[in-house]
C-alpha cells in the first residue's frame, strides 16, 4: 500500500522569501506523483505532476518540484513567494498500473507574511 | 474555463435527514471522483466512476452513503440517514479515461447536527 507524509503542517516564511514544502512516499511499486494547492473555500487545483522523464518538474505560478527516487521524496519549491501564495498544499501519489487512485498527504499550510 | 459544479456549496441539517449531493463534471469526461475532506482523515476516495459504472466504491460506508450517475452529465451522493460524523467538504473532480489530471469541484460543505 502506498502512503504520502507531509512532515511539516504550517510554513511560515516572509514574502519574497524561497520555501520548500517537503513530501515522502512509501510504495512498492513505481508511481506518479502530483503536488496540488487548495485556496479557501475552493476545491485542489493541480500545482504539477511527475509521471516520467526528467525528475525536475516546472508547475504553473513559478513552483516546481525534483522527483528523487532513492529518497523517495518530492519536494515542492519556489525561489521566491507572493502573498497570494498563502494556501494548503498537498501531496498526492498514485501507481501507474491504476493512476486514477490518488492518496494525498495531509497537507501542509504555506502561511506568506508581508 | 470549464468546471466542475457542484451544488449545493453549503448544508446544514439535522441528523436522521437524506443528503443529497450534485455534481456536473466537465462536458466531455468520462470519469468522475468522489472524496470527503476532514480534519481529522484528510481528504479520502469515496467512490469512482467510469463511463457511469461505479468501479471503486471501497472508500464508501455503503450502510447510508450511495452514488449514481444517472446520466453522463449528473453525478449525485446521497448519505440517508445521515449522522454527525458525516460532517465535512465533499469534493467531486473529473476527468479523462482515469488519467491524471482529476479537476475538482469547489466542494460542498456539509454540517450535521
Known amino acids: 500500500a502506498q502512503s504520502v507524509t507531509q512532515l511539516d503542517s504550517q510554513v511560515p516564511v516572509f514574502e519574497e522569501a524561497p520555501v520548500e514544502l517537503r513530501c515522502n512516499y512509501s510504495s512498492s511499486v513505481s508511481v506518479y506523483l502530483f503536488w496540488y494547492v487548495q485556496y479557501p473555500n475552493q476545491g485542489l487545483q493541480l500545482l504539477l505532476k511527475?509521471?516520467?522523464?526528467?525528475?525536475l518538474v516546472k508547475g504553473i505560478n513559478g513552483f516546481e518540484a525534483e522527483f528523487n527516487k532513492s529518497q523517495t521524496s518530492f519536494h515542492l519549491r519556489k525561489p521566491s513567494v507572493h502573498i497570494s501564495d498563502t494556501a494548503e498544499y498537498f501531496c498526492?501519489?498514485?501507481?501507474?498500473?491504476?493512476?486514477?487512485?490518488?492518496?494525498f498527504g495531509s497537507g501542509t499550510r504555506l502561511l506568506v507574511r508581508p | 474555463d470549464a468546471r466542475v459544479t457542484q451544488t449545493p456549496r453549503h448544508k446544514v441539517t439535522e441528523m436522521g435527514q437524506e443528503v443529497t449531493m450534485r455534481c456536473q463534471p466537465i462536458?466531455?469526461?468520462?470519469?468522475v471522483f468522489w472524496y470527503r475532506q476532514t480534519m481529522m482523515q484528510g481528504l479520502e476516495l469515496l467512490a469512482y466512476f467510469r463511463n457511469r459504472a461505479p468501479l471503486d466504491d471501497s472508500g464508501m460506508p455503503k450502510d447510508r452513503f450511495s452514488a449514481e450517475m444517472p446520466d453522463a452529465t449528473l453525478a449525485t451522493l446521497k448519505i440517508q440517514p445521515s449522522e454527525p460524523r458525516d460532517s465535512a467538504v465533499y469534493f467531486c473532480?473529473?476527468?479523462?479515461?482515469?488519467?491524471?489530471?482529476?479537476?475538482f469541484g469547489d466542494g460542498t460543505r456539509l454540517s450535521i447536527l
Open positions: 511527475y509521471l516520467s522523464g526528467s525528475t
Open positions: 473532480a473529473s476527468g479523462f479515461e482515469g488519467r491524471q489530471p482529476q479537476h
Open positions: 498526492a501519489v498514485s501507481e501507474v498500473d491504476s493512476s486514477y487512485k490518488l492518496i
Open positions: 462536458l466531455g469526461h468520462n470519469t
